[in-house]
């Protein structure tokens, strides 16, 4: 059993920045493919970015790529998302998720899931 638990939410100003982090306990950190999500109000979770087990692979949903750098850290087994140019639309409950498998884009590829952190962006 994988716990996961995100930090680093708030409240910053379109174009501001912040870092998301979340930490694993539980199980083999670097055996999973970790992978980030959000949820607006009255919409469905979606993709943001996942990277492989090693770290050397990394992808992006179109909406966060070159903005987003997703990064893991195994021997602290730890993942970040960092978080810049954001803007309104970025508004969401981010959640980290941990896979199993080898398929990382949709919400039921993710075996584990952390409680979320929020994020607000005001214009």
């Known amino acids: 059993q994988v716990q996961l638990v995100e930090s680093g939410g708030g409240l910053v100003q379109a174009g501001g920045s912040l870092t998301l982090s979340c930490a694993a306990s539980?199980?083999?950190?670097?055996?999973?493919?970790m992978g980030w999500f959000r949820q607006a109000p009255g919409k469905e979770r979606e993709f943001v970015a996942a990277i492989r087990r090693s770290g050397s692979v990394k992808s992006y949903a179109d909406s966060v790529k070159g903005r987003f750098p997703i990064s893991r850290d195994n021997a602290k087994n730890a993942v970040y998302l960092q978080m810049n140019s954001l803007k309104p639309d970025d508004t969401a409950v981010y959640y980290c998720?941990?896979?199993?498998?080898?398929?990382?884009?949709?919400?039921?590829?993710?075996?584990?899931w952390g409680q979320g952190t929020q994020v607000t962006v005001s214009s």
């Open positions: 539980g199980g083999t950190f670097s055996s999973y493919v």
């Open positions: 998720a941990a896979a199993s498998g080898y398929n990382y884009r949709l919400p039921s590829d993710y075996d584990y």
